[in-house]
């Protein structure tokens, strides 16, 4: 769940320690759901980009594991989807981040992206891009 100034409210039980403090090593006898947390937006996770020999960019995440989920990875971005890359990159690190699931072959339906755009899950937790699984979008040539 998202706040008006684009923070991600995450409930304290889908948290660990490690991530914030104030998050009880040892599990409470009864469920305590009233406490949330916020989470800055890509506090915990960062955006990179490098670029390809295609001439666009490689935009992908580092971070996601601590959520427990895939990071991102969008290969041959042209420059004039490079903000809406992040814009997707942002979406997607907000709904995993509250507990949300990314469906492989789930297919992009942004109007600032061109069509086409499909996520396949890959990698693995020894990947040393990553040092973890995720989701692979490619941009298909000559866009």
Known sequence: MLSADGTALVH????????CPAVPKTPRKKPH???????????HVSILFSAEESGGRWFHTR???KFGRPDLS?????????KAAIELCNRFIELQAAGGRIPDGQEIQMPSLPGGLVCRHKGSLDDPDFN???VEIQFPANR
């Not at 304290?12 to 991530?19: C, V």
């Not at 759901?33 to 506090?43: P, Y």
């Not at 969008?74 to 490079?82: A, F, G, R, S, T």
């Open 12 to 19: 304290a039980r889908r948290l660990d320690h490690d991530f």
């Open 33 to 43: 759901h009233s406490s949330v947390f916020i989470v800055k937006r890509n506090s």
């Open 63 to 65: 971070g996601m594991r």
């Open 74 to 82: 969008l290969h041959d971005v042209p420059d004039k989807y490079e």
């Open 132 to 134: 973890n699984v995720h």
